[in-house]
Every structure is written in C-alpha cells, then in structure tokens.
C-alpha cells in the first residue's frame, strides 16, 4: 500500500514512520509513504496557498489550485485506480474499525491535511472522494487524524503486526469491545488475575473473555449491542450479565 499525505509539514509524520509498528512496517517495505507539500505548487514566490475567504470572517482558507496540482501529483505515484482521496475533516463520516477495513484493501491513499480555517469548497467538491473525522472535535490541522488513520489502517496488513490474531481480538474487530487483559505479577495492589486465566482450560478462557467484551460494552458502548446480531451463546452470555446485575442492585 502507497499512502500518500498533502500536508504543509512533512516533518509530522516522521513520527508513525519511524517508529513502533508502523516504522518497522514501513522498513519492510510493507507500505510506502510520501509526503507531498503543497506549497511547491504556489503561484508566488513566497509560497503562499491560502487568503482571505470571500464574505469576510475569520483566518486564511487554503487555495484550490495548488491543492488540485498536489493531489495529481499524488496520483501520478501510483498507476492502479484503486485509490482514494480522503479529506481529514471534523465534518466528515466517524473513522471506525469497519472504515479502517475497507480503506486497508486500497492499493493508494491519498489523505488531504487541511490547515488555517479550511479549504475552498469547490476543492472538496471536485477532487476528493471522501470526509473522515475521528471525533467530534477540532485540532489545528489534518496532520494528527491522519496519522490516527493511517495506523488503524496499517494494523489490518497482513505481516504490519507481529501476530495476526492481535488485530482480530482488538475492540471493534468483532463489534464489541476488548475484554480486560492481564500479565505477571499475579497480585498488585490487593488485586489477583482471575483464577480462571490461570486455569489451563482454554474453553473456560475464551468464554469467560466473551462474556467479559460484552459485560464492557454493555456497560460502556451499549450502542454497540444494539447493532449486534447476537448468536445464541452471546444471547445466554448478555443474559447472565444482566441478571448478575439485578442480584447486586437489589443486594
């Protein structure tokens, strides 16, 4: 996969593609990554890609024109049409696991790191395929939810993480959300590891595990559940959940 950021300060990403699982990754030439200034393609001297916005108001709204250039240049890296021009917007559609999926199978993203108050409409209407917003708020610019992207991305290519099945047990893989994890020592704080982790039986574990992912996401994202079409075993499993919590509301 080519994933390509137009972005007024390359320097950002050195960050996702040098370190952690992303930089070793991208080592092993298992992604490529460009970063692709805008400013190179300013019709000034200065390089200035941005001005006054028409109407008045507040900031400096990025210009098209240079825009348009950087993105076909962009495209000019990669022959194959499976690619995909995304806009990091707060406006946009949310990022989750399902969209990180489906953006894992592409041979070519091209992400779009806005700045200042904002980039001509006319822009957005006419070169990019796609909004994502990774939450309901703002930041300075593009360049951060890029990076978020580009590693929910990356974590779905096959060899990106050490083990596979990391990805697949991951919150979200499966709808719900991670169960709780524990490591050595076996006591902290007054706390144990539950005894059923130390057991051995690996049907007792993997069960306990379920019910623990959904007792989380019943009490933490039950907007989940709601989506879920629960198999027989969840059924019974969110049941016994539910009932545990009516014996300890009226003990």
Not at 96 to 125: F, M, P, S, V, W
Not at 183 to 189: S, Y
Not at 208 to 216: I, T
Request: proline letters at 6%.
């Amino acid at each position: 996969m080519l994933i390509q950021a137009i972005t007024l300060f390359p320097e950002m990403f050195a960050s996702i593609t040098g370190y952690g699982v992303t930089g070793r990754a991208l080592k092993q030439n298992l992604w490529q990554f460009q970063a692709i200034n805008p400013r190179r393609f300013a019709d000034n001297k200065l390089g200035y890609i941005d001005d006054r916005p028409f109407g008045g108001g507040p900031g400096m709204i990025m210009m098209a024109p240079p825009l348009q250039a950087a993105i076909e240049e962009a495209k000019s890296h990669h022959s194959n049409n499976n690619s995909r021009v995304i806009y990091l917007s707060p406006q946009g559609v949310p990022l989750t696991h399902a969209k990180a999926t489906k953006l894992a199978t592409l041979d070519n993203l091209i992400l779009l790191c806005g700045r200042y108050e904002g980039i001509d409409e006319r822009l957005l209407q006419s070169s990019v395929d796609e909004e994502i917003s990774i939450g309901d708020f703002v930041v300075s610019g593009g360049e951060l939810p890029a990076m978020m992207l580009i590693d929910a991305v990356l974590r779905l290519i096959p060899g990106v993480l050490g083990d596979t099945q990391s990805a697949e047990q991951d919150s979200f893989a499966d709808s719900l959300l991670d169960c709780p994890h524990y490591t050595k020592p076996i006591e902290f704080q007054g706390m144990e590891v539950p005894e059923i982790l130390r057991s051995g039986n690996h049907n007792l574990i993997a069960e306990w595990r379920l019910k623990e992912s959904l007792r989380r996401t019943l009490a933490r994202r039950p907007d989940l559940l709601e989506k879920r079409s629960l198999i027989p075993k969840e059924s019974r499993l969110l049941d016994e959940i539910k009932q545990e919590q009516q014996d300890t509301n009226h003990n």
